[in-house]
């Protein structure tokens, strides 16, 4: 597995919309792997295609529960909101505290194409929302309050 550049704030990729996935070949596989080699080498524990400069609605996540590889993820239902601190790997040293749903449940494909359903709460539900709105182009510091350099390792997400 090889590490791939994650793309910086001020890289245009980062505000377009991603594409769906039409076909989920070995291309693909090794794209996902690839981005999780670089989430872990980050250290993070979400990553989006388009951080990596690919325009398809793919993302890696991990919170320490076990590798989660999602292909067109929707989100499903949702419910709560909750403020907590967030950060990019997209935008090093910056956090912010960022109101998202306390639970939600997504559809999407695995990297063999299976229909699969995931259901988060607490970091997950976060992590979830935040690497899904990295497909439509927007970042936490559109939905951000009180932004600020971070400490330690804050800026996991």
Same mark, same amino acid.
């Given at each position: 597995? &090889?590490?791939?550049?994650?793309?910086?704030?001020?890289?245009?990729?980062?505000?377009?919309t $991603?594409?769906?996935?039409?076909?989920? %070949?070995a291309?693909?596989?090794?794209?996902?792997?690839?981005?999780?080699?670089?989430?872990? $080498?980050?250290?993070?524990?979400?990553l #989006? $295609?388009p951080?990596?400069?690919?325009?398809?609605?793919?993302v890696?996540?991990?919170?320490?529960?076990?590798?989660?590889t999602?292909?067109?993820?929707?989100?499903?239902?949702?419910?709560?909101?909750?403020?907590?601190?967030?950060?990019?790997?997209?935008?090093?040293g910056?956090?912010?505290?960022?109101?998202?749903s306390?639970?939600?449940?997504?559809?999407?494909? %695995? #990297?063999? &194409?299976?229909?699969?359903?995931?259901?988060?709460?607490?970091?997950?539900?976060?992590?979830?929302q935040?690497?899904?709105?990295?497909?439509?182009?927007?970042?936490?510091?559109d939905?951000a309050?009180?932004?600020?350099?971070?400490?330690?390792?804050?800026?996991?997400?």
């Amino acid at each position: 597995m &090889g590490n791939i550049s994650i793309r910086l704030y001020g890289d245009p990729v980062l505000r377009q919309t $991603a594409q769906p996935v039409k076909k989920i %070949d070995a291309k693909l596989r090794r794209l996902l792997k690839d981005m999780a080699a670089s989430m872990y $080498a980050a250290p993070g524990v979400g990553l #989006a $295609a388009p951080q990596v400069g690919v325009l398809q609605r793919a993302v890696v996540i991990d919170v320490g529960e076990g590798l989660l590889t999602l292909i067109n993820p929707e989100i499903t239902y949702s419910e709560g909101e909750e403020m907590g601190v967030e950060g990019c790997l997209s935008l090093p040293g910056l956090v912010g505290d960022v109101s998202r749903s306390t639970k939600v449940i997504v559809k999407a494909l %695995d #990297a063999q &194409g299976k229909e699969q359903e995931i259901s988060g709460e607490g970091l997950l539900a976060r992590a979830l929302q935040h690497e899904l709105d990295h497909l439509d182009g927007i970042l936490f510091i559109d939905k951000a309050q009180n932004l600020r350099p971070s400490e330690s390792d804050e800026d996991r997400g």
